[in-house]
Antibody, heavy 120, light 113 residues
Framework: QVQLQESGPGLVKPSETLSLTCTVS????????WGWIRQPPGKGLESIAY????????NYNPSLKSRVIISVDTSKNQFSLKLSSVTAADTAVYYC?????????????WGQGTLVTVSS | QSVLTQPPSVSGAPGQRVTISCTGS?????????VHWYQQLPGKAPKLLMY???NRASGVPTRFSGSKSGTSASLAITGLQPEDEADYYC?????????????FGGGTKLTVL
């Protein structure tokens, strides 16, 4: 079955850009939407952005939109997240997930998550 | 503050029935948008539990059920098991945020006594 794996630096300095990649295995990235969700330590879930596999349809959480870029690389079966000008408030476990439908759809499956700490 | 409101915690003894509510408004659940539920076991990633209000995801036991009425949705667990101890989150669509469409509840911690 489809599996997702996040990768990227676990430590990012304040004001720098957080960059994460999600690698999809066991299936094609084609035909689906793909998203990023984060969870600050001890807190709830916050969806960040999602993208259609063609890259033509993207949607961003308004609270983060000015700092986020989501992209997809179908040749590598990967999609990526860039979050700029990070602060300590961006410290969280970042999950990638598949979304069957764009608007209103659920997220399934999820990656195991990767903890990103923002600190100097 | 989440658009969807969940109780911070619920508890029950093994074998009992518990329900977790997810209360929204006329711009999300009340507008007949689907509600999805996730289970997050301690230290693990969330896992889809219920989709489209009342459909169990693959492999989910039948003792989990979902429903929706008016501006609220509920997740019910009958025959509570120790392994059900986890955090549960609801997710839906909110038209007031359009074009953005993903809203999560704040999460509910289920304790099995």
């Amino acid at each position: 079955q489809v599996q997702l794996q996040e990768s990227g630096p676990g430590l990012v300095k304040p004001s720098e850009t957080l960059s994460l990649t999600c690698t999809v295995s066991g299936g094609s990235i084609s035909g689906y939407y793909w998203g990023w969700i984060r969870q600050p330590p001890g807190k709830g879930l916050e969806s960040i952005a999602y993208i259609y596999y063609t890259g033509r349809d993207t949607n961003y959480n308004p609270s983060l939109k000015s700092r986020v870029i989501i992209s997809v690389d179908t040749s590598k079966n990967q999609f990526s997240l860039k979050l700029s000008s990070v602060t300590a408030a961006d410290t969280a476990v970042y999950y990638c997930a598949r979304r069957l439908h764009g608007s209103g759809g659920d997220f399934d499956p999820w990656g195991q998550g990767t903890l990103v700490t923002v600190s100097s | 503050q989440s658009v969807l409101t969940q109780p911070p915690s619920v508890s029950g003894a093994p074998g009992q029935r518990v329900t977790i509510s997810c209360t929204g408004s006329s711009s999300n659940i009340g507008a007949d948008y689907d509600v999805h539920w996730y289970q997050q076991l301690p230290g693990k990633a969330p896992k889809l539990l219920m989709y489209g209000n009342s459909n169990r995801a693959s492999g989910v036991p039948t003792r989990f059920s979902g429903s929706k009425s008016g501006t609220s949705a509920s997740l019910a667990i009958t025959g509570l098991q120790p392994e059900d101890e986890a955090d549960y989150y609801c997710q839906s669509y909110d038209s007031s945020l359009s074009p953005w469409d993903v809203v999560f509840g704040g999460g509910t911690k289920l304790t099995v006594l």
